[in-house]
């Protein structure tokens, strides 16, 4: 899951190289902290954090199949 959340995130930024995502597993729970440059969080969020909506959407069907709940933090 940590990979497919890296391709979302890489795909959306200019600076590839600064996006950092850290997996913190508790049972069926999982938080992934997303790290991206500031100049980049914007386009991450979204207008009205549209995107950060629709990540979270994609993340949680996938989380739903392996049957665990994820939580992501853009930071």
Known sequence: MKD???YIVKTLVRNKDK????????G?????IV????DDFGK????????A???RTIMGAIATMK????????R
Do not use: P
């Not at 069926?28 to 992934?32: A, E, G, K, L, V």
């Not at 790290?35 to 500031?38: A, I, K, N, P």
């Not at 991450?44 to 995107?51: A, L, P, Q, T, W």
């Open 35 to 38: 790290e991206v440059d500031r």
């Open 53 to 55: 909506k629709d990540i």
């Open 67 to 74: 049957e665990v709940k994820v939580v992501i933090d853009i």
């Open 4 to 6: 497919i959340l890296e």
């Open 44 to 51: 991450v969020i979204g207008h009205e954090g549209k995107i």
């Open 19 to 26: 996006v950092s995502i850290t997996e913190e597993k508790d």
């Open 28 to 32: 069926n729970f999982i938080r992934y």
